[in-house]
T-cell receptor, first 112, second 114 residues
């Protein structure tokens, strides 16, 4: 049951430009969303999160937007840097349940 | 503080064998979750243990099992290994004492079944 989907397996962006990574979900009970970044041979590392009571959360170069009516969230990275090249996973959780559903990931390549 | 430690990092097993993977969570974290990552499938939830009890379970066959000890360390066992079990197995610990929290992942155990 793929309740969280990342439909773009890969994205290539020029250094200094904006990277936009998208994520769709199907379960309206999800109340908390996160983005993780993963480098090869390492575990995912937490990047940024957003609760369903908000529609935007910023942390430095990273901003996550949540559109509950469309069941869609996006991660914006501005400006993109070569060190941002990694696989990005979005994840969602239902109210009160410590179980996260992950998307299949988007591989971001930031070209110098 | 020390992160999540998974051992071993790499493992090669033969079909039909069984394997045990270990995970030591961040000190003070009582929740340990296990995920399987395969190419194109993202991270698939296996199970979560909290205070030595399995609290949540994913949709994996009974060959996949786990347990948690009183010090919160967790083990995952896969019996009768199949080629399709080859994957990166990730352990994550969390401290669900607040409303908003996420996981801290270990580096994973890469299991190859031949």
């Amino acid at each position: 049951d793929q309740q969280v989907k990342q439909n773009s397996p890969s994205l290539s962006v020029q250094e200094g430009r904006i990277s936009i990574l998208n994520c769709d979900y199907t379960n309206s009970m999800f109340d908390y969303f996160l983005w993780y970044k993963k480098y090869p041979a390492e575990g995912p590392t937490f990047l940024i999160s957003i609760s369903s009571i908000k529609d935007k959360n910023e942390d430095g170069r990273f901003t996550v937007f949540l559109n509950k009516s469309a069941k869609h969230l996006s991660l914006h990275i501005v400006p993109s840097q070569p060190g941002d090249s990694a696989v990005y996973f979005c994840a969602a959780r239902r109210v009160g349940i410590n179980k996260f559903y992950f998307g299949s990931g988007t591989k971001l390549n930031v070209k110098p | 503080k020390a992160g999540v430690t998974q051992t071993p990092r790499y493992l090669i097993k033969t079909r039909g064998q069984q394997v045990t993977l270990s995970c030591s969570p961040i000190s003070g974290h009582r929740s340990v979750s296990w995920y399987q990552q395969t190419p194109g499938q993202g991270l698939q939830f296996l199970f979560e243990y909290f205070s030595e009890t399995q609290r949540n379970k994913g949709n994996f066959p009974g060959r996949f099992s786990g347990r948690q000890f009183s010090n919160s360390r967790s083990e995952m066992n896969v019996s009768t290994l199949e080629l399709g079990d080859s994957a990166l197995y990730l352990c994550a610990s969390s401290d669900p004492s607040g409303d908003l929290y996420g996981y801290t992942f270990g580096s994973g155990t890469r299991l190859t079944v031949v």
